[in-house]
């Protein structure tokens, strides 16, 4: 009995041992080493911040297996892309995988370094270089040569003037710098004896075509401040003859209408760098210089916009214009038909041979006379030793004082 009883728990015994093995067996092809990534599956880091592996976690069952983690990271958080990062864990002969996906951005804008700094001053009437500046970027490298500058430096006039410097790098971060040029001091030469004929708001087709003869035959340039003359072919070739016979194009307006242009300045930026962007696209001509419509003097845009003048002829600089007034008035605007004696008497009273002599006229429809007056006008100043000169972008200029 004795053995037959051994023999039943001998039996007992291996059945369970068997059982057990069989469990560890069944536990051994069920169970698969897990991995929790730290942090997410998708991570997003810049150029800048750069990227820290966050590592992982892994486990087999409750067994803490994260020491047998590989990792292959192929991010470069010096580029921007998208890089993956995989991990691996081997433990008993079983493997298991996770992936990580991180995107490095570029978020930083070039960083501009301004040549000479961000002061300039000169003086009055010496000419202004622009230094330039330079600017690097962490993913485009040198983006220098995309720098542009904007803002119109008024050497002739006492005045800070800024100048902005912008530039973007291939992923749309922008940078920005603004240089301030001060005029001060003691005035350089001035120019001397030196005529600008300017004719405001034109073209139109029967004056401008005849001012345009009496400038060829003459052989003199003059400067046209312009308004808007819609889609007519005849305007446009009036345009383009006088850029061809040496004359200067500016921006009066696309409109002239006080009540409309002076309501507030984003109107009346508007209203000047719609027409020089239609300039540009028509005649592929860059125009620089503009005139306010009545001057910078003008007290009729009070009634629309108190102070708005005062903004405007700093704005107007920002965007890059040179604005013009005119220190001889010609008088042809005080009416219609105003005598063609009197055009060219008013002329001959106010300009003088001490300074540069920026002349006021029109050649609008109603300004015949003008166009009569000037062939006296200007065999009488050719007699008296005057220079005829279009304006350029290193002409003088005269500002009014701004009354609003
Ligand atoms: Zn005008």
């Known amino acids: 009995m004795r053995t037959k009883n051994s023999r039943k728990k001998i039996v007992i015994l291996i059945v369970v041992l068997l059982l057990l093995a069989a469990a560890a067996v069944l536990f051994y092809m069920l169970t698969t080493p897990r991995i929790t990534l730290n942090g997410d599956r998708k991570m997003e880091v810049t150029m800048a911040e750069g990227y820290t592996e966050p590592?992982?976690?892994?486990?087999?069952s409750f067994k803490d297996i994260t020491g047998h983690i590989e990792i292959d990271s192929q991010v470069n958080d010096g580029k921007v892309g998208t890089y993956t990062v995989t991990y691996t864990v081997n433990y008993l002969r079983k493997t298991a995988t996770a992936k990580r996906t991180v995107n490095v951005v570029d978020r930083e804008p070039p960083v501009i370094t301004l040549t000479e700094g961000d002061r300039i001053s000169i003086r009055p009437g010496q000419e202004f270089r622009d230094p330039g500046a330079t600017a690097i970027d962490d993913s485009d490298g040198d983006v220098s040569a995309n720098i542009t500058a904007k803002g119109f430096v008024d050497r002739y006039n006492k005045g800070d003037y800024?100048?902005?410097?912008t530039v973007s790098d291939s992923y749309g971060n922008r940078a920005k710098a603004?240089?301030?040029?001060?005029v001060e001091g003691?005035?350089?030469?001035?120019v001397r004896g030196v005529i600008y004929l300017t004719f405001d708001d034109g073209p139109?087709?029967?004056?401008?075509?005849?001012?345009?003869d009496t400038l060829e035959k003459y052989k003199v340039p003059a400067t046209f401040f312009i308004v808007d003359y819609g889609s007519d072919k005849n305007k446009l070739k009036t345009l383009k003859r006088a850029i061809a016979d040496g004359c200067t194009i500016a921006v009066h307006g696309s409109s002239?209408?006080?009540s409309k242009i002076y309501t507030s300045v984003p109107a009346f930026m508007d209203n000047v760098t719609s027409l020089r962007d239609k300039i540009k696209s028509d005649l592929d001509y860059a125009a620089f210089a503009m005139r306010f419509p009545g001057g910078s003097s003008n007290t009729v845009s009070k009634s629309y916009s108190k102070g708005i003048m005062k903004k405007l002829v700093k704005d107007v600089q920002k965007e890059g214009f040179m604005y013009n007034d005119w220190n001889v008035d010609s008088t042809d605007a005080s009416g219609n038909n105003i005598a063609v004696d009197e055009i060219v008497r008013s002329v001959q009273e106010r300009c003088s041979k001490d300074t540069f002599n920026v002349i006021l006229m029109h050649d609008s429809d109603a300004k015949g006379t003008t166009a009569r007056a000037l062939p006296a006008i200007i065999k009488w100043a050719k007699?008296?030793?005057y220079t005829f000169r279009a304006m350029t972008?290193?002409?003088p200029t005269v500002h009014h004082d701004v009354n609003n």
Request: charged share 30%; glycine share 6%.
């Open 55 to 60: 590592g992982a976690e892994a486990s087999f």
């Open 162 to 165: 800024e100048v902005d410097y």
């Open 178 to 182: 603004t240089r301030t040029v001060t």
């Open 186 to 190: 003691e005035p350089v030469k001035e």
């Open 204 to 212: 139109s087709n029967n004056v401008t075509p005849e001012i345009l």
């Open 256 to 258: 002239h209408d006080y």
């Open 383 to 385: 007699e008296e030793g």
């Open 393 to 395: 972008i290193n002409s």
